[in-house]
């Protein structure tokens, strides 16, 4: 499985972006799909998950309510619409793949950068 995403950049607080992660390959074993991110200094961090099947959701408690992930199975394209956003959202964001079968995220893109400013 192949991951790339994009819709990263620089904003300023309180204002939105909308990532995606577009994934080829072999796709038809995801069972899920997630965004993990990283900020400067800080351990990698898991921000929400989507299943394939039904589609249930998870997030992080630092981003409910103002995060949303969702998922276009016909596109095998996952989002991540972030409103709301703080500096400390700020981050190396990544989309990862789990698999069925495995017992954690085993496929990762490069990631796209969040900069929120103050």
């Known amino acids: 499985v192949q991951l790339v995403e994009s819709g990263g950049g620089l904003v300023q607080a309180g204002g939105s972006l909308r990532l995606s992660c577009a994934a080829s390959?072999?796709?038809?074993?995801?069972?899920?799909m997630g965004w993990y991110r990283q900020g400067p200094g800080k351990q990698r961090e898991l921000v929400a998950t989507?299943?394939?099947?039904?589609?249930?959701?998870d997030y992080a408690d630092s981003v409910k309510g103002r995060f949303t992930i969702s998922r276009d199975n016909a596109k095998n394209t996952m989002y991540l619409q972030m409103n709301s956003l703080k500096p400390e959202d700020t981050a190396l964001y990544s989309c990862?793949?789990?698999?069925?079968?495995?017992?954690?995220?085993?496929?990762w893109g490069q990631g796209t950068q969040v900069t929120v400013s103050s």
């Open positions: 989507i299943t394939s099947l039904g589609g249930s959701t």
């Open positions: 990862a793949v789990l698999e069925i079968g495995r017992p954690k995220y085993d496929y």
């Open positions: 390959g072999s796709t038809f074993g995801i069972k899920a």
